[in-house]
């Protein structure tokens, strides 16, 4: 059976997914297990776009980032992980009050990871599942990843 990550590793991790541009956009990672992430968002006018739904790229970059952690779970702690390759599909407006991401690992081994994300939007009559992505990694050392970079 694998094992759940540490306490240590969790509070690494949540640390980590809260670096860059995330705090200001708002997102807040809730529930870690191996494998698996949840988040939040409280939506705010500036999460909106002209017609006041919640803009795509909110949604697109939390399915992404949220996927990205889950997968940040299952590499050893030298490791990182990059997107290589993100679809989308959204399947309902979003014009509620708050998202909920869940992405979880698909398949994971050798330097390839897949994930899921499922994104739910909480609006006055209940709660509706607004997108899903399939969002593939690729894992290597940081060393590994900057001289395929440079």
Known sequence: MEKAPTLKRIQFLKKDYSRGFIPDVGYEAVKYERGYLES???VLT???QQDNYIHA???ATMADHTAGYAAFSLVPEDHRILTIEFE???LDPAFGHALICGSRILREGGQILVGESEVFNQRPDGEALVAKAIVTFSIGTHSHILKKVH
Do not use: D, E, S
């Open 57 to 59: 790229g909110v949604i």
């Open 88 to 90: 989308i599909n959204f």
């Open 40 to 42: 939040h968002l409280k």
């Open 46 to 48: 500036r999460h909106r």
